[in-house]
């Protein structure tokens, strides 16, 4: 790879990462949150630098013509890059154009269930109904609570669609990172008697617990009876388990 071809790397990449990173919310497809700063950062950095080696590269343009010259009288010289490096600007050039989609359907479906944190102990259940909760408690409430407390409760649950390669039902999906998308793990909740809507779908579905094991232990599935399924808009940051959206009034 040619010198001014490297510096074009450098400027394209910074360019891609204020693209995604500044301008719009883009990053949350492959990051945290709290990544955008370091995000920014890194894209005025390569900016810096690409400006500095075009620079650089101008200076030293009479003295690299002096040593081609030199070099066996060919007037060429031998870059020590490899080939593959030119496949860098696929990467680079998909941050200007086309930024890849958040992980879906496909990672969440060749996943086993994120195990949740354990609780000792929990407060009682506002008494609304249906209840808001996030795919995370629910699963908490089905295998932790001995008090039993999400027995006959209807609930919300927000999530997208995987649909079910095994037994009945399909399940509902987040996806939760640590710090990026390369170590996403999902959490699910199985959902049954409804049809599946199209994977990666974004639904809300409420029901109640669909009975097994015994609930309160780790033998009781993280599942759902649902009455009813909607569609709703795909999350800005699709990487947190949040609650679902209130009601329309």
Same mark, same amino acid.
């Given at each position: 790879?040619?010198?001014?071809?490297?510096? *074009?790397?450098?400027?394209?990449?910074g360019i891609g990462l204020l693209r995604v990173s500044l301008f719009t919310d883009l990053y949350l497809r492959y990051v945290k949150e709290g990544m955008r700063p370091l995000? %920014?950062?890194?894209?005025?950095?390569?900016?810096?630098?690409? *400006?500095?080696?075009?620079?650089?590269?101008?200076?030293?343009?009479?003295?690299?013509?002096?040593?081609?010259?030199?070099?066996?009288?060919?007037?060429?010289?031998?870059?020590?890059?490899?080939?593959?490096?030119?496949?860098?600007?696929?990467?680079?050039?998909?941050?200007?154009?086309?930024?890849?989609?958040?992980?879906?359907?496909?990672?969440?479906?060749?996943?086993?269930?994120? *195990? @949740?944190?354990?609780?000792?102990?929990?407060?009682?259940?506002?008494? %609304?109904?249906?209840?808001?909760? !996030?795919?995370? &408690?629910? !699963?908490?409430?089905?295998?932790?609570?001995?008090?039993?407390? %999400?027995?006959?409760?209807?609930?919300?649950?927000?999530?997208? @669609? !995987?649909?079910?390669?095994?037994?009945?039902?399909? &399940?509902?999906?987040?996806?939760? %990172?640590?710090?990026?998308?390369?170590?996403?793990?999902?959490?699910?909740?199985?959902?049954?008697?409804?049809?599946?809507?199209?994977?990666?779908?974004?639904?809300?579905?409420?029901?109640?617990?669909?009975?097994?094991?015994?609930?309160?232990?780790?033998?009781?599935?993280?599942?759902?009876?649902?009455?009813?399924?909607?569609?709703?808009?795909?999350?800005?940051?699709?990487?947190?388990?949040?609650?679902?959206?209130?009601?329309?009034?």
């Amino acid at each position: 790879m040619r010198r001014p071809f490297q510096t *074009a790397l450098l400027v394209l990449s910074g360019i891609g990462l204020l693209r995604v990173s500044l301008f719009t919310d883009l990053y949350l497809r492959y990051v945290k949150e709290g990544m955008r700063p370091l995000l %920014i950062a890194s894209g005025v950095l390569l900016l810096l630098l690409g *400006a500095a080696d075009a620079v650089s590269c101008v200076r030293r343009r009479g003295g690299d013509d002096h040593a081609d010259h030199d070099d066996g009288g060919h007037g060429h010289g031998h870059s020590g890059a490899p080939r593959a490096a030119w496949l860098l600007f696929l990467p680079a050039l998909s941050l200007l154009f086309y930024a890849p989609p958040a992980l879906g359907a496909y990672t969440a479906s060749r996943q086993p269930p994120k *195990a @949740v944190t354990h609780e000792d102990a929990f407060d009682p259940l506002p008494a %609304i109904s249906p209840l808001p909760m !996030t795919l995370s &408690d629910f !699963t908490r409430r089905v295998q932790q609570d001995r008090t039993r407390a %999400i027995e006959g409760r209807t609930v919300r649950l927000t999530g997208f @669609v !995987t649909p079910g390669e095994r037994g009945d039902g399909w &399940d509902l999906n987040r996806l939760l %990172i640590s710090c990026c998308a390369a170590d996403a793990q999902s959490v699910k909740v199985r959902i049954h008697r409804t049809p599946a809507p199209p994977a990666n779908t974004w639904v809300t579905v409420t029901g109640t617990w669909h009975p097994g094991g015994t609930l309160g232990t780790n033998s009781a599935p993280a599942a759902l009876d649902a009455r009813s399924v909607e569609k709703t808009a795909k999350p800005a940051n699709a990487y947190t388990d949040a609650l679902p959206l209130p009601l329309a009034r």
